[in-house]
């Protein structure tokens, strides 16, 4: 988990599973209602991906995201903030309370009000952002009915994995299915499973989380993937006649605001005579989100070091590499200003296998290029791009990802060539303010 000093958890006070916390470490983590972020907030008032949470010289650092309602930090609107133990945050209509480790009330207090229990959310599949418990049992996962957790995928085995504790962690375990079991991008017959971690089960991508919450929530909560409504049932066509007999609720009984089908986003708005208004507009991807989101932080009033940490978590975030780095040059040498590797937060040394046919072509054209290569020192897939505007070239971009994982496609490249030319202009802005 890394040092003990980054440990602290963001406890839910009011909205949705109010009770539940989340472990903040040193590792950066988001918190919206899009599934992929760490911290999942079921809230029609918060952004995608609303905040980002940094540790940063010695603490946690809680950033807006351009979110559409802004972020309060005890009251008052911020765009970054340094938190201390007992701040209260507002997400949408979230209110959350940070506990550091080192605080007054967090230590054997916080622990002794919470258990932390193992779940799966679903990220890319069937139904995104559905959560199943597991806790301390074993259960099966499959496309047959009597799976613990049923998955509807034509590329899932019947009975294709199991999840099983063993006393002070969880394995995985492939059940001979026909596709195989992937964590991380990596096939595997068994494997131990740490939080953060994704599990690729056929066209599924579950990722494992360790929650803590209150002892009752857990309760409530713990039959929840055996119920009728968790479970990936084929979709039921409405039609157009029927609306103005059809009420939408969630599981609360509130009228539905909006529904998310894909990448289509409906709007449904029904007035005192019962007419009914349906409007739809396209959704943004992960990658335009991701160059919708560097853009704007091209002229925010932060530091250089900060907004190379954003612009790498932003490149990460998007495209989910084994690696990632950003380069800069130092005269004529290259020297990286940022590195990710998966499951290693923080990494201090560059790693000695990345593709160098990717980078010594961009050194060459000056132009970007993508690779699949197998053999030698490097075997993947592979992107690398300039970071260059009109007055300066200042290094590359390069992302990768290993063994027989899927290469980046066009989307995925263009938005490497887009974030290298945002990035290059937020450094100009940030050297040219000093």
Not at 149 to 162: C, K, M
Not at 390 to 413: M, W
Request: include cysteine.
């Amino acid at each position: 988990m890394g040092q003990s000093g980054a440990m602290a958890l963001l406890r839910i006070i009011e909205g949705e599973h109010c009770g539940a916390c989340f472990v903040l470490d040193e590792r950066t983590q988001t918190a919206g209602r899009d599934p992929s972020c760490d911290v999942l907030l079921v809230d029609a008032k918060a952004s995608r991906v609303h905040v980002r949470f940094l540790w940063a010289q010695g603490g946690h650092v809680v950033v807006d995201l351009a979110s559409k309602n802004g972020t309060k930090v005890n009251g008052a609107s911020i765009r970054e903030r340094r938190l201390a133990h007992g701040d209260l945050l507002e997400v949408g209509a979230h209110v959350l309370r940070f506990e550091d480790e080192a605080g007054e009330f967090s230590g054997e207090e916080a622990r002794g009000e919470t258990q932390v229990s193992a779940w799966l959310r679903v990220l890319e599949g069937a139904r995104p952002g559905a959560s199943y418990y597991l806790g301390e049992r074993t259960c099966t996962v499959g496309r047959d009915p009597g799976n613990v957790i049923q998955l509807v995928d034509d590329d899932i085995s019947r009975h294709h994995a199991q999840f099983r504790w063993r006393g002070d962690h969880h394995v995985i375990s492939d059940m001979d299915s026909t596709n195989g079991v992937r964590v991380n991008g990596r096939r595997v017959e068994e494997a131990r499973l740490g939080h953060g971690d994704r599990v690729m089960l056929g066209g599924h991508v579950l990722r494992f989380e360790m929650i803590a919450a209150a002892p009752y929530f857990n309760e409530v909560l713990e039959g929840k993937d055996t119920r009728p409504r968790n479970r990936a049932e084929p979709t039921r066509v409405i039609n157009v006649s029927e609306l103005s007999e059809l009420a939408l609720l969630d599981e609360r009984g509130s009228v539905v605001d909006a529904l998310d089908m894909g990448s289509i986003e409906i709007d449904i708005e029904v007035v005192e005579d019962s007419a009914v208004f349906v409007s739809s507009a396209r959704r943004e991807s992960s990658c335009e989100q991701a160059v919708r989101r560097l853009s704007e932080q091209i002229d925010q009033d932060t530091s250089l070091e900060a907004f190379w940490t954003v612009a790498l978590d932003e490149l990460v975030l998007a495209l989910d590499p084994d690696r990632a780095v950003l380069f800069f040059f130092r005269g004529a040498s290259l020297g990286p200003r940022g590195i990710h590797v998966r499951g290693q937060p923080h990494v201090a040394a560059l790693p000695r296998d990345l593709s160098q046919g990717a980078i010594r072509e961009v050194l060459r054209s000056r132009g970007p290029t993508r690779v699949r290569e197998q053999g030698g020192s490097f075997e993947g897939a592979a992107v690398c791009a300039p970071m260059r505007v009109p007055q300066a070239y200042y290094g590359l971009v390069y992302v990768d990802r290993l063994g027989r994982a899927p290469r980046f496609d066009d989307e995925e490249f263009e938005l490497v060539i887009s974030s290298a030319e945002i990035i290059a202009r937020g450094v100009f802005a940030r050297t040219r303010r000093r």
